[in-house]
């Protein structure tokens, strides 16, 4: 018995930002310029009172009406985000209640950020290997605009909200998870972060102040602080050396792989990635100019673009890699 990927289904936000949207509001912005760099068009954003929660019902809805049958097998919940609803309870446990799931179900949340796909994917597979589960759905989802400052160009131009559900499920067809690997870098924890509204720092009046950096971006300590040249050297000194360690224990080479899905970070590191690696540019995907960086949900949105594209099919090995927060990082082979 293989673990497979069964399905998966995304739901975005109704509202979109355009890049011109963002060059009116606030017209000292090398919009142009942006766009080169990072890549990013549009971006769909989350409305005030709309949250990873929601959007997260409605992309488990969708996968519903595809498998009514669904509800009465799924016997795991894991859902990975930064955006809780709460600080307590955990959204798993409140999309059990709107999904109207059995109380046999196990619901649980994870906080990590662009990585939380391949980590997801590793919980997922050894739950269903202990025999604890045998269908879970992995939820990946966030709302990181509601953590942007408004005239943080460095940021704001790059997120885009949105929720992926995938199906985790035994199969005896050949195909499947094939491997993962997963890995962190504590050291590096201050890389991209949001400095108040924890234990360690609560929000206070002072914490709410705007401060105008170097660059003239204003954000706060509640705010997002991301070291961009930072991750950037941090992804391409270590994205590269797990990749070629996975493809190395699997017997594998870069031409074996039918298509690469990397997290979409923005438009240079996937340049960086694929230069480094010597991919051909055909067999990266990428997503990012039409919805941005959606975090943990952009390699299974992408990963479902991509098979509804017929760039994959049946019988196709693709590889799936995602870094970020924590630092972490993680790198899947899966046969599709």
Known sequence: MNIIIKDISYYLP?????????????????????EERVGVKSRFIASKDETALDLSVKACKRLFQVYPDAPDKVDG?????????????PNSCILHKELGLPEAVMAFDFNLACSGYIYGLQLARCLIYSSAARNILLVNADTYSKYIAKDDRSIRVLFGDAAAVSWITLTEEDAGIVDILCATSGIHYDKFI???GGCRMPKTADTSTLKTDSSGNQRSAENIHMDGMGILGFVNSRVPVQVRQILTRNNLTIDDIDLFIFHQASNIALDSLMNLLKIPSDKVYRNIAEIGNTVSASVPIALKEAAEKRLICRGSTVLLCGFGVGLSWGTAIVKI
């Open 194 to 196: 949001i400095h108040a």
């Open 77 to 89: 919940i894991i859902f990975c985000t930064q955006s809780n609803d709460y600080i307590m309870p």
């Open 14 to 34: 109704q509202q979109i930002v355009t890049n011109e949207d963002l060059a009116k509001e606030n017209p000292h912005w090398d919009m142009d310029a942006v």
